[in-house]
């Protein structure tokens, strides 16, 4: 990752003017795919039953999540590996490689020709993906990886995995300069399964939330209305 101000933290570490404004130039770009596919089974029984059932899968890249309406926001809303002004081709994070729907209901009529109804779906689903970034001073941020602060300050920079040993990251220890304590550092590696990703920068999206699981109930009665039909 290219460093643009080696020394940010001192008085002469003010290499890069962090105020200097920009320029945005936006255009689209022929990478990115989504490629879905399903398969649905379904089943109507003569006594008012029926069952249906499906799953759904997809596999989506994006190069950026285009999450605004303004070119500001949709440059500063992706998480960056090296270079902001070319964003590497990842999972999108509209992916859901993974969908299961299973739905049963039955109608009948208790009372003439009123329709009475009862269903229930079952929604499973993949999580979402998602990165980890690096936060911090957006002025600091700014110089060391040479952009304006408005946009270092959304801590976009992909997270880089220390290699545990000391030689890449020395870890500030001084408890009165927010210290990091190495065995929480490790821990939270751990939890996080970064572990294969040490002395590398974690790419984007490529961890994923719990899975969700819905269900839900839906009951319906036709009422009896005046009137003649017509």
Known sequence: RAIYDTTPLTTAGQEFNVNRGYDLLLANTDK???HNASVSLSKRFNSGFDIRSSYAWQDVQ???PATSSTSASNYSNIAIKTDPNNPELKRSIYERKHRILISAGYETSFWDDLVSSVNILYDRRSGQPYSFTMGGDSNVLARMYGESS?????????FYVPKGDGSDVILESDPNKDAIDPAQLNAFIKKHKLEKYRGQIAPRNAFLSDWVQEVSLRASQELPTYGQKG
């Open 150 to 158: 408005s946009f270092s300050g959304s801590n976009r920079m992909l």
């Open 32 to 34: 990115g795919y989504g």
């Open 62 to 64: 994006e190069v950026s």
